[in-house]
């Protein structure tokens, strides 16, 4: 069965970097997007960007470009997300989350468990 | 403010029927993106409720329904559970396949 194990919990200052990581096991793992969504404390859910696995191409929305690069491994079939100069908005669990593609916009079937990341000086 | 309008909140009774609506615009669900509804507990991943406007994954009760309309989408819970009680999610995309998130339902089961 398809598999999404994220890394642990991480505490980390305002202004430094964090990279949380995605295994993915029980599929072929270039053959789907892999996307990320967080999820701050008492807020909705917010997404972060795609990445394709198979080629490594990226897409950020708007609001993240420039501090969001999205990476993967294809010999371990993981996919990371780092994301710099953290601020205290950015306290939230992370997400990665595998898209089904559909012609007109596909669908998150499989979700990590989340990884809390918590800015705090 | 998200791009697709939820209500923060609905509640019904046992054994009710309660619907939760998406709203969105021509730049998205009314420029005919598919609609697809999650539903998340505290403390766990978000599990996927209906995909494509109206269709169930395996193991989804049939309680559970979806539709779509112009700009808007809705989800429809019949018989209502006390496990029901939970956030739930709508997703679409706009015109750049941006992925984009309603700001989430609250639903209390009274």
């Known amino acids: 069965q398809v598999q999404l194990v994220q890394s642990g919990a991480e505490v980390k200052k305002p202004g430094a970097s964090v990279k949380v990581s995605c295994k993915a096991s029980g599929y072929t793992f270039s053959t789907y997007y892999m996307h990320w969504v967080r999820q701050a404390p008492g807020q909705g859910l917010e997404w972060m960007g795609l990445?394709?696995?198979?080629?490594?191409?990226?897409s950020y929305p708007q609001k993240f470009q420039g501090r969001v690069t999205m990476t993967r491994d294809t010999s371990t079939s993981t996919v990371y997300m780092e994301l710099s100069s953290l601020r205290s908005e950015d306290t939230a669990v992370y997400y990665c989350?595998?898209?089904?593609?559909?012609?007109?916009?596909?669908?998150?079937?499989?979700w990590g468990q989340g990884a809390l990341v918590t800015v705090s000086s | 403010q998200s791009v697709l309008t939820q209500p923060p909140s609905v509640s019904g009774a046992p054994g009710q029927r309660v619907t939760i609506s998406c709203t969105g615009s021509s730049s998205n669900i009314g420029a005919g993106y598919d609609v697809h509804w999650y539903q998340h507990l505290p403390g766990t991943a978000p599990k996927l409720l209906i995909y494509?406007?109206?269709n169930r994954p395996s193991g989804v009760p049939d309680r559970f329904s979806g539709s779509k309309s112009g700009t808007s989408a809705s989800l429809a819970i019949t018989g209502l559970q006390p496990e029901d009680e939970a956030d739930y999610y709508c997703q679409s995309y706009d015109s750049s396949l941006s992925a984009l998130f309603g700001g989430g339902t609250k639903l209390t089961v009274l």
């Open positions: 494509g406007n109206n």
């Open positions: 990445i394709n696995p198979s080629g490594g191409s990226t």
């Open positions: 989350a595998r898209v089904v593609p559909t012609i007109w916009g596909g669908y998150f079937d499989s």
